[in-house]
């Protein structure tokens, strides 16, 4: 005769696996409009954006190395946009590395910027005939694309600039200022600038060093506000965000402290900061889907962001929650 104790036991053990097949099975609540990461179906990184006629733009990098693989695989870019900064509709992929022919890897960080009636698309990638990383442009009469190689050649090319790293020449950011001037800032470990002629294609001047950043690492992303610009970057490593205030873009800049923390579950930090209906934004990527997350699966998430009375801004606070719809 079975004792009362292996009774109990057996009927824990079918609890338990009646259990376990149910939750395997059961369907999970999907998460509410506008929480984070606000991307589920794909992997999403180092985000940018622009805002055109009452409707946001988010350009991001697609991860896609296969789970548990733990390195960089990113061949093209995505597109998404919203009215109300929770609601994203997705866009044909509007850029691959392949449609620089020059270029033959990485689909890494990049920006999108309006002038004129045209998009232009800054994008480092692998250069296919010079060791090292590049920026190329592209150029779309519609902000969803197709975008196509504007020049059939480098922006900038490896051995433009002079450090000894191959992947010095990555994370393209592009500002117009009120005079109508466009400065390209970009680097990884030295922030270079540049300004841009009115084409948006070539290079108007020679290629200069940002000085007053302390730590910089990687991912600079320039804005304005009230009079001031800003300058954040990705800063040690692994990344948090800081950034630097100006009152010209060509400087001097002053270093104002850390913005964003160290996400936690991402080696890798990229902001991208925009207004919308009387709103500031920090949009970023951290690793949080399960199971298969992490520093080469990223995810973008968006936060709000506040300035203070003098100008600085307030460190960004990571939510699950998100944002709401603006209105």
């Given at each position: 005769?079975?004792?009362?104790?292996?009774?109990?036991?057996?009927?824990?053990?079918?609890?338990?696996?009646?259990?376990?097949?149910?939750?395997?099975?059961?369907?999970?609540?999907?998460?509410?409009?506008?929480?984070?990461?606000?991307?589920?179906?794909?992997?999403?990184?180092?985000?940018?954006?622009?805002?055109?006629?009452?409707?946001?733009?988010l350009y991001t990098g697609h991860d896609e190395a296969p789970a548990r693989q733990e390195r960089y695989v990113m061949n093209e870019w995505l597109c998404f946009?919203?009215?109300?900064?929770?609601?994203?509709?997705?866009?044909?992929i509007p850029l691959k590395v392949s449609?620089?022919?020059w270029a033959k890897d990485d689909a890494w960080a990049s920006q999108v910027v309006a002038r004129n009636g045209k998009f232009y698309w800054y994008?480092?990638?692998?250069?296919?005939?010079?060791?090292?990383?590049?920026?190329?442009?592209?150029?779309?009469?519609?902000?969803t694309g197709p975008f196509k190689d504007a020049r059939g050649s480098a922006l900038i090319a490896p051995d433009m600039t002079t450090d000894k790293i191959s992947w010095a020449d990555i994370d393209p950011t592009v500002f117009i200022d009120a005079k109508?001037?466009?400065?390209?800032?970009?680097?990884?470990?030295?922030?270079?600038?540049?300004?841009?002629?009115?084409?948006?294609?070539?290079?108007d001047g020679p290629i200069q060093?940002?000085?007053?950043?302390?730590?910089?690492?990687?991912?600079?992303?320039?804005?304005?506000?009230?009079?001031?610009?800003?300058?954040?970057?990705?800063?040690?490593?692994?990344?948090?965000?800081?950034?630097?205030?100006?009152?010209?873009?060509?400087?001097?800049w002053q270093y104002k402290g850390i913005l964003n923390e160290i996400a936690g579950n991402s080696n890798t930090n990229h902001q991208a900061i925009i207004d919308f209906k009387g709103q500031s934004y920090f949009i970023y990527h951290n690793g949080a889907i399960n199971t298969d997350g992490g520093s080469y699966r990223r995810s973008v998430c968006i936060d709000y962001l506040y300035y203070n009375k003098d100008g600085t801004m307030k460190r960004v606070v990571m939510t699950t929650e998100g944002v709401k719809a603006a209105k």
């Open positions: 005769m079975p004792t009362l104790h292996n009774r109990l036991c057996s009927l824990f053990l079918c609890f338990s696996a009646t259990s376990a097949a149910l939750a395997q099975t059961a369907p999970t609540s999907a998460p509410a409009p506008g929480s984070n990461p606000i991307i589920r179906n794909k992997y999403t990184a180092d985000p940018s954006a622009m805002v055109q006629k009452g409707t946001v733009y946009s919203s009215t109300d900064m929770v609601n994203w509709t997705e866009h044909p449609d620089f022919a994008a480092a990638v692998e250069h296919g005939s010079i060791h090292g990383k590049a920026i190329g442009v592209a150029v779309a009469d519609s902000p109508g001037q466009a400065y390209l800032f970009w680097g990884n470990t030295t922030c270079y600038y540049s300004k841009l002629k009115a084409n948006m294609t070539e290079l060093t940002v000085a007053g950043l302390p730590r910089f690492t990687e991912a600079p992303w320039v804005h304005e506000h009230n009079g001031w610009y800003y300058l954040s970057y990705a800063s040690e490593f692994p990344e948090k965000i800081v950034y630097a205030m100006s009152r010209s873009l060509e400087g001097p």
